[in-house]
């Protein structure tokens, strides 16, 4: 089932949540248009998770400092919160000395409940969130994307896969869209699919850094470091 409702505007945002609402393809969840009726807590949650992505957009533009660019939206992450890199349970967590890092007003899980107790929680979310903030960004400073928005999923809709070849091609217009959003705003590729794309499509980065799922949390943070270390040089 599908939310192919409109946006509430035309501004730039709006605009590009449109576009990444309209994409569809085999084997493919899009957060911000499907409705998966084994998961979510009903057919609104789409909405809910354009609305958290609009907001949360809106509270970076001329602000962020920094684009992290990974590769795939994951099932335990922007499936269910619609945000690149960011968990359900990051969000809605209370108390939560992170909860202003994120953006302002309600926030909410779109799983459910009998599904994963307490919301998704992934792994890569938790260990980008934690070394931004801890080398002293505000949480309104960088903004978290993937190569390919939407979630890529295997034989099971909780499930992840890396995109093929004609996906990644499939969703470079949204990429370079994204861009368009933070002109002149530095990218850092986050893993060797990102970095790949990236130059592909002619995008320069000022680093690539190791991704931090299976075992790359350390190298992440090392990378990171040293980036925001160039920065301040």
């Known amino acids: 089932m599908r939310d192919n409702s409109p946006m509430p505007s035309d501004s730039p945002i709006d605009r590009f949540i449109s576009e990444l609402q309209a994409f569809s393809r085999p084997r493919v969840f899009n957060p911000w248009a499907d409705f998966d009726r084994a998961n979510d807590f009903g057919p609104e949650a789409p909405a809910v998770r354009r609305d958290q992505l609009r907001r949360y957009f809106s509270e970076r533009l001329g602000r962020a400092r920094l684009l992290l660019v990974a590769e795939a939206a994951g099932y335990q992450g922007a499936k269910f919160s619609g945000i690149a890199m960011t968990s359900e349970r990051q969000l809605v967590a209370s108390p939560s000395l992170l909860d202003s890092a994120y953006f302002d007003g309600p926030k909410r899980r779109t799983s459910r409940e009998s599904v994963r107790a307490g919301g998704f929680t992934e792994p890569t979310a938790t260990i980008v969130w934690g070394k931004m903030l801890e080398a002293g960004l505000e949480g309104r400073e960088w903004v978290n994307w ?58 320069a980065v000022v680093a690539a850094v190791r991704h931090p799922a299976n075992g790359g949390a350390t190298k992440f943070r090392e990378g990171i470091e040293n980036v925001l270390e160039k920065g301040r040089g």
């Open 146 to 203: 993937n190569t390919f928005a939407w979630h890529p999923h295997g034989a099971t809709p909780l499930s992840n896969r890396t995109p093929t070849p004609d996906e990644f091609t499939a969703g470079q217009p949204a990429l370079k869209s994204f861009l368009t959003l933070f002109p002149k705003v530095p990218v850092v590729a986050v893993g060797e699919k990102a970095r790949a794309t990236l130059e592909e499509l002619g995008i």
